[in-house]
């Protein structure tokens, strides 16, 4: 399903150079669940960025379900993920001019879907995502937690193959937390892969195999 080679990526500034990533080699099979581990600033959002089709590699390959997207346009990524890639941003990147509903429904309208079709995609995600009594609300009236809540919404209700989640507890008491990780924990037997970010042990135990990035670099892999 993912498979990078050799991947690379520098961040080039006018005064500074920040090799963020370097020479990862990495397969997830389809419908595998692999958490991402490491020290703050080792390169894990980057990876999550570009295997996400956020960002481009520098040097190395990336072949999404076969096709070698390392060389893709924007336009060309942004149509690939559409409907097959969920993806939750650390940051969250919620549309502050929007409602609870408007910002979930977002991938839905990408995708063409008619408006009765979206309206009940977006009911069952608040519903699970227990957000439904913020509906109206916009992001600057909720709680970190509950923009989180809203974040995963938004990635999850298209349904896509693949998840990409950046830190998705970060945000969450313990029990918000629990819930989420059942969340990602269903989708996964249900046959979504995932991939996700985290910085709690406890999180990566939800996952099949924990990766561990130093430096940019992979240095370690666990199957659990
Ligand atoms: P993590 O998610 O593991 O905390 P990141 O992937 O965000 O780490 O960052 C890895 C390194 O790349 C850091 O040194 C960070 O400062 C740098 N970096 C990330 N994004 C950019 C960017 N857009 N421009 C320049 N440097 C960046
Ligand atoms: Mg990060």
Known sequence: MIQTEHLS???????????????????????????????????????LNILGLLDTPTSGRYLLAGTDVSGFRE?????????VIGFVFQSFNLIDELNVRENIELPLLYMGIKPAG??????????RMQIAHRVNHFPRQLSGGQQQRVAIARAVVANPRLIFADEPT????????????????????????????????????????????????LVAETVL
Request: proline share 1%.
């Open 170 to 217: 970060g945000n969450l008491d313990s029990k918000n937390g629990l819930e989420v990780m059942n969340l990602l924990t269903g989708l996964n037997k249900a046959g979504t892969t995932i991939v996700m970010v985290t910085h709690s042990q406890h999180d990566a135990g939800f996952a099949s195999r924990v990766i561990n990035l130093f430096d940019g670099q």
């Open 75 to 83: 336009s060309e990524r942004t149509r690939l993920r559409k409907g």
């Open 118 to 127: 979206r309206r009940q995609k977006v009911d069952e995600a608040m519903e």
């Open 9 to 47: 990526k520098i961040f080039r500034t006018e005064e500074v150079e920040t090799r963020a990533l370097s020479d990862i080699t990495l397969h997830v099979a389809e419908g595998e669940f692999v958490a991402i581990m490491g020290p703050s600033g080792c390169g894990k959002s980057t990876l």
